[in-house]
């Protein structure tokens, strides 16, 4: 399960605009995705999961977006927050199993 | 409610010297148990996970092993830390069952120098 990383992907909003986050999963067998937030210095925070009979769940300001056809995950944050910055990381599992399969991650900046 | 534990917060050792990271789960019984690394700027890699007392299973060789003494506490340890071992080091669970969500500690800190 490693994710192999360069240096992680950045993404710059406007604080107030939406963000979105995109994740391509590696295997067409997944069939459960989560969506974790990582502060500087924390452990990741679960933000929303999704199982794979779904192409689409929301919670209290993010919404998750799933597209099976084409292996892709998207995490969408609603008026974006200063406190939203932080690296944001996919992570997939299969036969709703208990190893998972994390991205490289995506840097999320709020810009005042 | 499950809480999770890692101690250690913050280490800084010396090339050569033994590591002993421990993680302890609270409000649960029989969880599945994972030790990830994470270098700076990039993502998670998984290290070991464990399913019971005294069943380690291992993803990646290395110089480091774990140990699961008792059901709810999970130790990672090195005999003799490389400079690359430096590093975030995050322990995590999931219930045995029912719910698949991996639920991180706040992680310990590792500086070898």
């Known amino acids: 399960g490693e994710s192999v990383g360069l240096h992680l992907p950045t993404l710059s909003v406007q604080e107030g605009d939406n963000s979105i986050i995109n994740c391509a999963y590696s295997n067409s067998a997944s069939d459960y995705f989560i969506w974790y937030k990582q502060e500087s210095g924390k452990g990741p925070q679960f933000i929303i999961d999704?199982?794979?009979?779904?192409d689409k769940r929301q919670g209290q300001r993010v919404t998750v977006l799933l597209n099976k056809t084409v292996k892709h995950l998207s995490l969408q944050i609603a008026a974006t927050q200063p406190g939203d910055s932080a690296v944001y990381f996919c992570?997939?599992?299969?036969?709703?199993?208990?190893?998972?399969?994390f991205g490289p991650g995506t840097r999320l900046s709020v810009l005042p | 409610s499950q809480t999770i534990h890692q101690w250690p917060a913050t280490l800084v050792q010396p090339v050569g010297s033994p590591l002993s990271l421990e993680c302890t789960v609270e409000g649960t019984s029989n969880p599945n148990l994972y030790w990830y690394r994470q270098a700076a700027g990039r993502g998670l890699q998984l290290l070991f996970y464990?399913?019971?007392?005294?069943?380690i299973s291992s993803e990646v060789p290395q110089n480091l092993s774990a140990s699961r003494p008792q059901d709810r506490q999970f130790i990672l340890s090195s005999k003799k830390l490389l400079l690359s071992d430096s590093g975030f080091y995050l322990c995590a669970w999931i219930s045995g069952s029912g719910a698949n969500v991996l639920t991180f500690g706040a992680g310990s800190r590792l500086t070898v120098l």
């Open positions: 464990s399913v019971g007392i005294g069943q």
């Open positions: 992570a997939e599992t299969y036969n709703y199993g208990q190893n998972f399969v």
């Open positions: 999704i199982r794979s009979n779904m």
